[in-house]
């Protein structure tokens, strides 16, 4: 199974931070290098588990019915469902997960191979009696690193957390490499008589369009906003059943829908003649992307002279919305983000592949509850030179998590890798400094911008 990694928003205080999601591929399923080049990926998919209001809505395991076509991907889950694993292999599979992808500088206690490997050696001494035993041996194991961010997941809280739904029509979609190099989009969560369900997507059915519009080879995020619409609207959706099975078209009728978390409004300055577009995006969920484009559209109509970005209190949710909405004002070519971590394939590079939407100058609001995702936004846009930011330094959530799935059905959240801004700057736990405390005045704002591209040039 491919994971899905997700890096989640900062907690409510910096004595409690939060996790991120991802998979541990069964043997012969994916390697552990694809793994990890996934939990890194900036496609990452991050939830908003910490504040209790998760993006979409967490889906029941759905029972497979019979299967025109058995799945590759399907029967391998299977198989390794059937073996047996020992209490001590399971302890061993975390402990080999933690050796493998484990940021060292995570954690508050010293992490080292050979550290790690007399844990090992500790706990796997006598024989492990219960499943139950074993569970708790993994936990205090995990807890030894240090960080707050790497934990275990018991079977119920791994499957609430591998199937939710983000779509709007009751699945969820995971990016699972095919024979070619690239990668196909499988069903791999769906809803008990959810929508697409109703309709007839199974388990294992592979998303060939949407509305006409072809999605092989598109990220599994921008499938899944693809679906999104207003509640009782239909989307057409064609799938293939299995590998082998028949290819269908169905329309589903839209019955959960993101709510919008963009505000906005047009502002009078004082002085002159001049408008200020002031919006507001409370957090990175499957729609915050495309509400603000429309939100800059119907400004920039309205005669917004600037804007003012508010990202005050928005403590994440997805990674890639957040990677998304920050490609709206760059140039093409400009860093978002970099990530990194112990394996070269957790080390990206993540661009803006075409330009800026407006030009304008925007002045960014933050504050000590920015984090993770927000937190993203905020230092593209100040280190190349496109935002002023103004309030408080943020949080300093910059830590990139996977959740990789055990053998018996539970999992663990291990931090693998870290995001570090365009300038090189560690977010986790330092956060960013703004450039003012209090709201400069426009002309002022656009000079500092000017000077700041110069210096990028010189």
């Known amino acids: 199974m491919r994971p899905l990694s997700y890096a989640p928003p900062a907690p409510q ?19 552990f290098p694809d793994a990890l080049r996934a939990a890194a990926a900036a496609a990452a998919v991050s939830l908003s588990l910490l504040t209790g209001d998760a993006v979409g809505a967490v889906a029941a395991a759905a029972a497979q019915p019979a299967e025109v076509c058995r799945d590759g991907v399907a029967a ?23 050796n493998e992808s484990f940021l060292p500088d ?76 690239s990668f196909k989009l499988m069903v791999l969560g769906l809803l008990l008589d959810g929508p697409a369900y109703s309709a007839g997507v199974r388990q294992g059915d592979e998303l060939l369009s ?23 609207t ?20 839209r019955q959960m829908v993101a709510r919008s978390p963009v505000f906005y409004r047009l502002e009078k300055r004082e002085n002159d003649d001049s408008s200020v577009g002031y919006i507001h995006i409370k957090e990175f969920n499957a729609v915050a992307k495309k509400d603000l484009v429309s939100a800059l559209k119907r400004l920039q109509n309205s005669g917004a ?16 919305a957040g990677i998304e909405t920050a490609k709206l004002f760059l140039n093409k070519g400009d860093t ?24 304008t100058p925007l002045m960014l609001l933050v504050n000590n509850r920015t984090a993770s995702a927000s ?53 986790n736990g330092n956060g960013i400094e703004p450039d003012y405390s209090r709201l400069p005045d426009f002309n002022e704002a656009r000079d500092y911008l000017s000077r700041c591209q110069i210096k990028e040039l010189s």
């Open 234 to 253: 239909f989307v057409t959706i064609k799938v293939k059943h299995g590998d082998c099975g028949p290819v269908e078209s169905m329309k589903v009728q």
């Open 76 to 98: 391998v889950v299977e198989e390794v469902r059937a073996e047996a694993v020992t209490n001590e292999q399971l302890v061993e599979e975390a402990w080999e997960v933690v």
């Open 106 to 181: 995570a954690g508050s206690r010293p992490w080292s191979p050979e550290m790690w490997m007399q844990r090992k050696q500790d706990v796997l001494q006598g024989t492990i009696k219960s499943r139950a035993r074993a569970h708790d041996i993994i936990q205090k194991m995990l807890a030894s690193l240090g960080d707050p961010y790497t934990r275990f997941l018991s079977p119920s809280e791994f499957s609430k957390m591998s199937k939710y739904d983000m779509t709007g029509i009751g699945l969820n979609l995971r990016e699972i490499p095919d024979d070619n190099g």
């Open 210 to 232: 949407v509305n006409g519009i072809d999605v092989r080879g598109k990220s599994a995020f921008d499938a899944s906003s693809m679906l999104q619409g207003p509640k009782e």
């Open 336 to 359: 978002v983000i970099y990530t990194a971590g112990r394996d070269r394939q957790v080390q990206n590079t993540i661009v803006a592949e075409s330009g800026p939407m407006i030009a």
């Open 375 to 427: 937190e993203i936004v905020a230092s593209a846009l100040h280190d190349n030179c496109k935002a002023v930011l103004v309030g408080e330094r943020t949080f300093g959530k910059g830590l990139i998590q996977s959740v990789f799935e055990l053998h018996d059905g539970s999992g663990i959240v291990v931090t693998v890798g870290k995001y570090v801004t365009p300038n090189h700057k560690d977010i």
């Open 13 to 31: 205080s910096r004595a409690s931070p939060g996790p991120g999601l991802g998979h541990r591929s069964p043997p012969c399923a994916l390697s």
């Open 305 to 320: 002279s600037y804007f003012v970005l508010d990202l005050r209190d928005n403590l994440g949710g997805l990674v890639q």
